[in-house]
């Protein structure tokens, strides 16, 4: 059973960044997708793989012209690496043990981190001679080698295979310019005192706030500390769930949340009687345009309750007559 | 202040464009960069540190730009870092790498910031749900227009207001080349026609999404004094913040923006903004933040912010002409932006704004850039001549 006190919390661009590469990363990833791999003539003439846009050592602009650019390897030497005992699925290039390595490619002066396939550790050292295992189905990204794996003595190097993603003869495929980069960071978040108090407190259908010992002023929430003085707010207030709204507008983009209502919708700043700092909260129960400053509200509760801020759905005008300008001039 | 003075002496500005996909990130900030170098007669070799800018990381998902950029600004082997104040970002960027020349710790600094929207999506990279929180399920704009119907309702201000501003920037961005919206057409029907997001902020009252990079070169004293490129002085710098959300907290006119502009012009001796300054480039993403930042900035009392835009003091033909190069409204890569307007006003007063010059009788104006919940802001004074002088 998931703990409410610890959020599995991940961030993740749906879909993925869509990146732009440049002209230089591009020529380099238009090779890859060919089975090729290309170096880019440095200032001194160092042949540098991956490329680079700009000299790592003068800082001029470099790769502006085809020749500044050289095929390397396919094969070259382990300059140095390290064990990946456990893959960790779907993050690492493989799934079963491997190694990182730092690898020189034949004709180049730097060297290139790939993965290698040489299942222990045992099988791979500096100077190991290891050459690409190529994808069939390219598309222009280094993951387009799957990995590179230790060569026998006097092996050769095979070339890559013929592609097998090759657009319909109507196609035109131009050069790689960009890329799709997905990736994704999971936290786990522990809660803290306030944030367990205040959530303790919405599973039982009641609003938590604190307030520190020098001051009057309680915030409602997961306010661990009163924000003017940074003095913990460790005397635990019970705050209605009844308030105010004291501004908002009305939202006609749909989609902006899993949770946003369809369009069009009120979202508010609301101040709960017994609080003095501001709650966003989603008004229903009226019509949007019949919302309005001062206008008394009530939390709707889920059905069941759980220590999660799902538990308040929305806020609901009460009826109640409007709340005094002066009772909320100071919020705004 | 620190002991040394300083001086912009080269600016440096791509095109903002709403996708730049014809050059990786590194592209883009060499673009600006290399530009202003040029414009400060040095190459790579003349530059002591570098400092950048930008604002959230998850906008292109690259954590730590300042290693992958490092050689794409020259910084092999030089002092380099980053600075992240959200959408105040460009100007404390830009204050920070000053400060390295006024403190006497370097002679030339390169100053850099940029945003690359469209890698991502704003909007997405604006709320970004967090743990245990409710999230606000109304998008950014979703946070900012319910602080301008509170301006409204405290000020009277009638609701053309903020179409007056966004009408306004779009015409003065008709005389920017490099800025994103150009809108020929554009006039007071086309905005209140145009499609209410998030009422009472439309479609037109809100800034773009752009590509786009800025660049400085802060020289010292004698770095300046020998440079053949016009200089714009640094004359006063200032930062200040405030949480989020506090009691009592006043939202529409942060005290964080009324001390940092307090601490700002006692330092430049500035007595009434609206005389002393020849133009302001101000943060204004949603256009209603023009009148609530001149009353923010002490243009003129609180509540009256409406009446000089209405009355047209803050168009390029007024007496306090803002956002002459178009503004944020015209133009808006984040993490850059801020760094625009302190750009902006440099080359305002250095009398490189091309086809939207400033008179200049003063000699000084106003940068300024704001970020997070109106809760980060930056800004600086630049003139034309040596601060007292």
Same mark, same amino acid.
């Given at each position: 059973?998931?703990?409410?006190?610890?959020?599995?919390?991940?961030?993740?661009?749906?879909?993925?960044?869509?990146?732009?590469?440049?002209?230089?990363?591009?020529?380099?990833?238009?090779?890859?997708?060919?089975?090729?791999?290309?170096?880019?003539?440095?200032?001194?003439?160092?042949?540098?793989v991956p490329p680079q846009e700009y000299d790592p050592v003068t800082s001029d602009a470099i790769g502006?012209?085809?020749?500044?650019?050289?095929?390397?390897?396919? &094969?070259?030497?382990?300059?140095?690496?390290?064990?990946?005992?456990?893959?960790?699925?779907?993050? !690492?290039?493989?799934?079963?043990?491997?190694?990182?390595?730092?690898?020189?490619?034949?004709?180049?002066?730097?060297?290139?981190?790939?993965?290698?396939?040489?299942?222990?550790?045992?099988?791979?050292?500096?100077?190991?001679? @290891?050459?690409?295992?190529?994808?069939?189905?390219?598309?222009?990204?280094?993951?387009?080698?799957?990995?590179?794996?230790?060569?026998?003595?006097?092996?050769?190097?095979?070339?890559?295979?013929?592609?097998?993603?090759?657009?319909?003869?109507?196609?035109?495929?131009?050069?790689?310019?960009?890329?799709?980069?997905?990736?994704?960071?999971?936290?786990? @978040?522990?809660?803290?005192?306030?944030?367990?108090?205040?959530?303790?407190?919405?599973?039982?259908?009641?609003?938590?706030?604190?307030?520190?010992?020098?001051?009057?002023?309680?915030?409602?929430?997961?306010?661990?500390?009163?924000?003017?003085?940074?003095?913990?707010?460790? #005397?635990?207030?019970?705050?209605?769930?009844?308030?105010?709204?004291?501004? %908002?507008?009305?939202?006609?983009?749909?989609?902006?949340?899993?949770?946003?209502?369809? #369009?069009?919708?009120?979202?508010?700043?609301?101040?709960?009687?017994?609080?003095?700092?501001?709650?966003?909260?989603?008004?229903?129960?009226?019509?949007?345009?019949?919302?309005?400053?001062?206008?008394?509200?009530?939390?709707?509760?889920?059905? $069941? +309750?759980?220590?999660?801020?799902?538990?308040?759905?929305?806020?609901?005008?009460?009826?109640?007559?409007?709340?005094?300008?002066?009772?909320?001039?100071?919020?705004? | 202040?620190?002991?040394?003075?300083?001086?912009?002496?080269?600016?440096?500005?791509?095109?903002?464009?709403?996708?730049?996909?014809?050059?990786?990130?590194?592209?883009?900030?060499?673009?600006?960069? +290399?530009e202003a170098l040029v414009d400060a007669n040095m190459t790579w070799k003349d530059i002591d540190a570098?400092?950048?800018? =930008?604002?959230?990381?998850?906008? $292109?998902?690259?954590?730590?730009?300042?290693?992958?950029?490092?050689?794409?600004?020259?910084?092999?082997?030089?002092?380099?870092?980053?600075? !992240?104040?959200?959408?105040?970002?460009?100007?404390?960027?830009?204050?920070?790498?000053?400060?390295?020349?006024?403190?006497?710790?370097?002679?030339?600094?390169?100053?850099?910031?940029? *945003?690359?929207?469209?890698?991502?999506? &704003?909007?997405?990279?604006?709320?970004?749900?967090?743990?245990?929180?409710?999230?606000?399920?109304?998008?950014?704009?979703?946070? %900012?227009?319910?602080?301008?119907?509170?301006?409204?309702?405290?000020?009277?201000?009638?609701?053309?207001?903020?179409?007056?501003?966004?009408?306004?920037?779009?015409?003065?961005?008709?005389?920017?080349? =490099?800025?994103?919206? !150009?809108?020929?057409?554009?006039?007071?029907?086309?905005?209140? /026609?145009?499609?209410?997001?998030?009422?009472?902020?439309?479609?037109?009252?809100?800034?773009?999404?752009?590509?786009? &990079?800025?660049?400085?070169?802060?020289?010292? /004293?004698?770095?300046?004094?020998?440079?053949?490129?016009?200089?714009?002085?640094? !004359?006063?710098?200032?930062?200040?913040? *405030?949480?989020?959300?506090?009691?009592?907290?006043?939202?529409?006119?942060?005290?964080?923006?009324?001390?940092?502009?307090?601490? +700002?012009?006692?330092?430049?001796? #500035?007595?009434?903004?609206?005389?002393?300054?020849?133009?302001?480039?101000?943060?204004?993403?949603?256009?209603?933040?023009?009148?609530?930042?001149? $009353?923010?900035?002490? %243009?003129?009392?609180?509540?009256?912010?409406?009446?000089?835009? /209405?009355?047209?003091?803050?168009?390029?033909?007024?007496?306090?002409?803002?956002?002459?190069?178009?503004?944020?409204?015209?133009?808006?890569? #984040?993490?850059?932006?801020?760094?625009?307007?302190?750009?902006?006003?440099?080359?305002?007063?250095?009398?490189?704004?091309?086809?939207?010059?400033?008179? +200049?009788?003063?000699?000084?104006?106003?940068?300024?850039?704001?970020?997070?919940?109106?809760?980060?802001?930056?800004?600086?004074?630049?003139?034309?001549?040596?601060?007292?002088?």
């Amino acid at each position: 059973m998931a703990n409410s006190f610890i959020a599995e919390h991940s961030l993740e661009y749906p879909g993925g960044y869509q990146r732009s590469v440049g002209p230089v990363l591009g020529r380099f990833m238009t090779a890859l997708r060919e089975g090729k791999i290309l170096a880019v003539k440095g200032v001194d003439g160092r042949k540098i793989v991956p490329p680079q846009e700009y000299d790592p050592v003068t800082s001029d602009a470099i790769g502006s012209k085809a020749e500044d650019f050289v095929e390397v390897g396919p &094969a070259g030497r382990v300059v140095s690496w390290s064990w990946v005992n456990e893959p960790r699925i779907g993050k !690492h290039p493989l799934s079963v043990p491997f190694a990182f390595a730092l690898i020189r490619l034949d004709g180049a002066d730097t060297t290139m981190l790939h993965a290698v396939d040489c299942g222990t550790p045992e099988g791979i050292a500096t100077g190991t001679r @290891v050459a690409p295992r190529w994808r069939t189905d390219r598309v222009g990204k280094i993951t387009d080698i799957e990995c590179f794996t230790v060569m026998a003595d006097g092996e050769q190097p095979v070339l890559a295979p013929a592609r097998t993603n090759l657009p319909g003869d109507d196609t035109e495929e131009g050069d790689v310019t960009g890329m799709n980069s997905q990736f994704r960071l999971d936290y786990r @978040v522990p809660a803290g005192a306030s944030t367990r108090r205040y959530l303790n407190g919405l599973g039982e259908g009641k609003i938590i706030g604190g307030r520190a010992p020098s001051s009057t002023e309680v915030y409602a929430a997961s306010r661990g500390t009163d924000p003017k003085t940074g003095e913990p707010t460790s #005397i635990e207030v019970e705050i209605a769930d009844t308030g105010c709204v004291t501004t %908002f507008c009305i939202v006609n983009i749909p989609g902006l949340s899993e949770l946003a209502p369809e #369009i069009p919708y009120v979202s508010a700043q609301i101040l709960l009687d017994g609080a003095d700092n501001m709650m966003f909260g989603l008004i229903r129960g009226c019509a949007v345009e019949d919302v309005h400053m001062g206008m008394r509200v009530k939390a709707k509760w889920a059905d $069941e +309750l759980a220590p999660s801020h799902n538990s308040i759905l929305y806020y609901e005008p009460t009826g109640e007559p409007d709340a005094p300008y002066e009772h909320y001039k100071d919020n705004l | 202040m620190g002991k040394e003075l300083a001086a912009v002496i080269g600016v440096g500005q791509t095109a903002h464009r709403s996708s730049r996909k014809d050059v990786s990130m590194a592209g883009l900030v060499r673009e600006a960069a +290399l530009e202003a170098l040029v414009d400060a007669n040095m190459t790579w070799k003349d530059i002591d540190a570098v400092v950048i800018g =930008k604002a959230p990381d998850m906008f $292109e998902g690259i954590a730590m730009p300042e290693l992958y950029l490092a050689d794409a600004l020259g910084a092999v082997g030089k002092p380099m870092m980053r600075v !992240h104040t959200a959408g105040s970002v460009g100007g404390s960027t830009a204050i920070v790498a000053t400060k390295l020349v006024t403190s006497g710790v370097h002679k030339r600094v390169l100053t850099v910031s940029y *945003e690359k929207q469209s890698e991502s999506n &704003a909007t997405w990279g604006l709320s970004v749900p967090m743990p245990f929180s409710a999230p606000l399920v109304a998008g950014a704009g979703g946070f %900012f227009a319910p602080l301008i119907r509170s301006y409204m309702h405290r000020s009277g201000a009638p609701r053309h207001i903020g179409h007056l501003v966004a009408v306004k920037d779009r015409l003065a961005a008709l005389r920017n080349p =490099k800025a994103h919206l !150009h809108i020929p057409d554009i006039d007071l029907k086309m905005v209140e /026609e145009s499609f209410m997001l998030w009422d009472p902020i439309r479609y037109l009252d809100t800034c773009p999404s752009s590509d786009g &990079a800025m660049a400085l070169v802060i020289g010292a /004293e004698d770095v300046a004094d020998r440079s053949d490129s016009p200089k714009a002085w640094i !004359h006063a710098m200032a930062m200040r913040s *405030e949480p989020t959300m506090f009691a009592k907290r006043d939202q529409v006119n942060p005290l964080a923006g009324r001390a940092c502009a307090k601490e +700002l012009y006692g330092q430049a001796g #500035i007595t009434d903004p609206r005389k002393d300054f020849d133009c302001a480039e101000v943060y204004v993403p949603f256009s209603w933040f023009e009148p609530m930042w001149l $009353e923010n900035l002490g %243009f003129c009392a609180e509540g009256e912010g409406w009446k000089l835009t /209405e009355a047209g003091a803050t168009a390029p033909s007024g007496d306090i002409p803002w956002n002459p190069s178009g503004g944020v409204l015209s133009s808006n890569p #984040i993490g850059a932006s801020g760094m625009v307007r302190f750009g902006e006003v440099a080359q305002q007063v250095r009398g490189r704004a091309g086809d939207f010059q400033v008179e +200049l009788k003063t000699g000084r104006a106003l940068g300024h850039a704001y970020g997070g919940g109106s809760q980060f802001f930056s800004m600086w004074v630049v003139g034309n001549r040596k601060p007292g002088a």
